[in-house]
């Protein structure tokens, strides 16, 4: 496997903003889709967003729509997903996934280890 490494995440407080990352090494990036998923306790996985290789197709989960934004860097080999207006429940570990433009989680090949985000009311 190749290791995908999310970066970003954190603490804010309701109504900020943060802009996670997610490295990707050793495969050819610019040939895949890519995806961010969440995962609160207690919930299963879901879709925050994903991007096909050239960044031209996005897909949004209902709950992010509007708020977060998916992009991609081919060059640096780097999957951005800025989060803007956060609420509570944004609230869970966020994951990057590589290999294809699906918004399930079972169609993904490779993850990343994870990344805390905690939203404050």
């Known amino acids: 496997q190749v290791p995908l490494v999310e970066s970003g995440g954190g603490l804010v407080h309701a109504g900020g903003s943060l802009r996670l990352s997610c490295a990707d090494s050793g495969r050819t990036f610019s040939n895949y889709g890519m995806g961010w998923f969440r995962q609160a306790p207690g919930k299963e996985r879901e879709l925050v967003a994903a991007i096909n290789w050239s960044g031209k197709i996005k897909y949004y989960g209902d709950s992010v729509k509007g708020r977060f934004t998916i992009s991609r860097d081919n060059a640096k080999n780097t999957v951005y997903l800025q989060m803007n207006s956060l609420k509570p429940e944004d609230t869970a570990v966020y994951y990057c996934?590589?290999?294809?433009?699906?918004?399930?989680?079972?169609?993904?090949?490779?993850w990343g280890q994870g990344t805390q985000v905690t939203v404050s009311s």
């Open positions: 996934a590589a290999g294809t433009t699906s918004i399930r989680p079972s169609d993904y090949n490779d």
